[in-house]
Nanobody
């Protein structure tokens, strides 16, 4: 089992940037895909981005393509989500989670496990 902890959320004006971190502990030697999801009040949890263990495979939701970048620092067991050109509709609690085994690009939260506690991102207009 791997434990994930998110950090880096906060309040930012529209057009600004934030960088989220997802730090892993526990069975970090297991190979897994790390995904970022977000959940706004009253809405379902939605996929944002994912990165394979090797870092060579990256996946993005259409709503964040060109604005968000996911990267991995395996030496530090950390996955980063650089968010730029933020919009008020990006406001949500952001979670990271792990997908063990073959990852075929699923966007379903139910395919991920080991969820972190989340970090709040608020974008003001």
């Amino acid at each position: 089992q791997v434990q994930l902890v998110e950090s880096g959320g906060g309040l930012v004006q529209a057009g600004g940037s934030l960088r989220l971190s997802c730090a892993a502990s526990g069975r970090t030697w297991d190979t897994y895909t790390t995904g970022w999801f977000r959940q706004a009040p009253g809405k379902e949890r939605e996929f944002v981005a994912a990165i394979s263990w090797s870092g060579q495979g990256t996946y993005y939701a259409d709503s964040v393509k060109g604005r968000f970048t996911i990267s991995a620092d395996n030496a530090k067991n950390t996955v980063l989500l650089q968010m730029s050109s933020l919009k008020p509709e990006d406001t949500a609690v952001y979670y990271c989670a792990a997908h063990f085994g073959y990852y075929g690009g699923s966007y379903y939260a139910s395919d991920f496990s080991s969820w972190g506690q989340g970090t709040q991102v608020t974008v003001s207009s």
